[in-house]
């Protein structure tokens, strides 16, 4: 199972992403604090790995990074409890959400989809797969972000509002959950401005890191 997971770019069928899991990340954008999960998607076209250039899209002014853990599926999931819900869970890796930040607030504005700011070529930078044994608990490992060598994110994972078993159950009470499917469960606050050229080095502490160039 560990070594067709470690594959997930290509087994995957979806990238499903929580919006707003960190109640700090909330604030600094000026969105409420959400009450229940809040899910959209990452197309698989959006996902890089570190020999590849994060891009800039066209048109875009305002791009930001969300560093974020990220859950690696192992079995069909679909109506799955809380209390089974680890249980399909393969492994983890780490990974940016590059946002069109700009696109985002104009589709918000005009009651439109996000797809454009959240799905463009490279707007998913991950890094190697790690075996979930290799990380016991995953609401208790620190994610973090530097730009330049500056630091613009670092929380653990227990400041989440609505943990990895919560995520799980809920989403697949209407979406089912395949092999190699990634669950991207938030990001804390720290984002901020991306521009060509910047380096961003990112992780989980004493796991895993990933480097990618901005082009």
């Known amino acids: 199972m560990t070594s067709n997971l470690s594959n997930f770019r290509n087994i995957g069928t979806k990238i499903?992403?929580?919006?707003?899991?960190?109640?700090?990340?909330?604030k600094e954008l000026g969105n409420a604090v959400p009450k229940q999960p809040m899910i959209f998607?990452?197309?698989?076209?959006?996902?890089?790995?570190?020999?590849e250039h994060i891009v800039i899209p066209p048109g875009c002014q305002e791009l930001h990074q969300?560093?974020?853990l990220g859950v690696v599926i192992a079995k069909t999931a679909k109506n799955v409890s809380a209390k089974a819900a680890m249980d399909y869970v393969g492994g983890y890796v780490c990974a940016l959400d590059?946002?069109?930040?700009?696109?985002?607030?104009?589709a918000k504005k005009a009651g439109a989809p996000w797809f454009l700011a959240k799905s463009f070529d490279t707007s998913c930078p991950v890094s190697k797969f790690v075996e979930k044994s290799k990380i016991p608990d995953p609401h208790n490992v620190e994610l973090y972000c530097l730009i330049?060598?500056?630091?613009?994110?670092?929380?653990?994972?227990?400041?989440?509002?609505f943990d990895i078993p919560t995520l799980i159950?809920?989403?697949?009470?209407?979406?089912?959950?395949?092999?190699?499917?990634?669950?991207?469960?938030?990001?804390?606050?720290?984002?901020?401005?991306c521009e060509s050229g910047d380096k961003i080095r990112f992780g989980l502490k004493d796991i895993v890191e990933a480097t990618f160039v901005v082009k």
Do not use: W
């Open 98 to 106: 590059m946002t069109a930040r700009d696109f985002q607030n104009e």
């Open 16 to 26: 499903v992403c929580v919006g707003r899991n960190y109640i700090d990340h909330a």
């Open 148 to 161: 330049n060598e500056q630091e613009k994110q670092r929380c653990l994972t227990n400041k989440m509002i």
């Open 41 to 51: 998607l990452k197309s698989l076209n959006s996902y890089v790995s570190e020999e």
């Open 66 to 68: 969300e560093v974020e």
């Open 169 to 193: 159950a809920y989403v697949t009470q209407f979406a089912t959950l395949q092999p190699g499917d990634v669950l991207l469960t938030g990001t804390p606050a720290g984002v901020c401005k």
